[in-house]
């Protein structure tokens, strides 16, 4: 009797050292799982952000290929595809995202996004009117007033620019956007107004820079805006601005302007020589 009364607490200081070692391993287990899953969560973002566009796509359709239904692998994906210019795929990759049952509004503006990245812009619109009006967001409103004006809806074009401007802290683009649908309908003084802004928001934006040039240039005002550029800007604008008014029969000035590009840049400036060399052949024929 003394025996067993012995061996009891024995076994049961045992069963407590074994139950103590696996609370341990799954301790442990959980921790390992806890690391991978922050490890793969930063080497998501590094093949997201910084990664090659066409590397990040054979990490994420491995991933997803090992995964499946994981949704943040199979966003992974599809961005990394838009990344990758893959615009058939990314389009593809985003309705696979948008159809699962996980899926967000903000996915779904993304898939509107591919859409209009591969000029689907029926499909785009079909999806943006799938995305509750309560959900707004300067993406959304920059879609929508991209669609607008494709479809030459001018008043809601402007209000959807004028609320995604409000949306964000960095509206450069969108101001550009905005100032650019102003110049294909003929508003160039509005146009420049936008882009003036755009540059403000954003000194370094050369595409702004160069629309506005266009939006003066249509005018007849030739004289360079003052904006900060540098030498090779200076004369890439010169030779839009050149260009702008030779298209404007204001061929004397084009040709000035074309021979003061030429000077400005540090460089042999190929296309201005091109033009300049062809209106005078022109001129002499």
Not at 84 to 94: C, D
Not at 108 to 136: C, G, K
Not at 211 to 219: D, H, W
Request: hydrophobic share 40%; net charge negative; with cysteine.
């Amino acid at each position: 009797m003394r025996r067993t009364i012995i061996l009891f607490p024995a076994l049961l200081g045992a069963m407590a050292l074994s139950g103590c070692a696996r609370d341990g391993d799954a301790e442990v287990s959980r921790a390992l799982r806890d690391v991978n899953v922050v490890d793969e969560s930063n080497l998501n973002d590094v093949m997201l952000t910084v990664a090659d566009p066409d590397e990040a796509v054979a990490y994420f359709t491995r991933a997803a290929d090992n995964d499946p239904g994981r949704i943040d692998l199979m966003r992974g994906l599809a961005k990394s595809l838009v990344r990758a210019r893959r615009g058939t795929e990314a389009v593809s990759a985003w309705g696979a995202v948008a159809d699962h049952p996980d899926a967000t509004n903000e996915d779904r503006i993304d898939y509107a996004d591919a859409l209009i990245r591969s000029n689907q812009w029926d499909e785009a619109e079909a999806v943006l009117d799938s995305v509750p009006p309560t959900h707004e967001t300067y993406r959304r409103y920059r879609l929508e007033a991209m669609i607008a004006d494709g479809n030459q809806e001018w008043d809601k074009a402007d209000s959807f620019y004028e609320t995604a401007v409000g949306l964000t802290t960095q509206p450069a683009g969108v101001l550009n956007n905005w100032g650019f649908s102003k110049l294909t309908r003929g508003d160039y003084a509005g146009a420049e107004r936008l882009f003036v802004d755009a540059i403000r928001h954003d000194p370094q934006m050369f595409t702004a820079k160069n629309n506005l040039v266009l939006a003066r240039g249509a005018q007849r005002n030739y004289d360079l805006p003052i904006v900060e550029m540098t030498q090779v800007e200076r004369a890439q604008l010169l030779h839009t601005l050149a260009l702008t008014a030779i298209k404007q029969n204001d061929v004397s000035i084009g040709r000035g302007l074309l021979r003061e590009a030429i000077d400005t840049h540090p460089q042999h400036f190929e296309a201005a020589v091109r033009a300049l060399r062809a209106l005078e052949d022109n001129v002499t024929n």
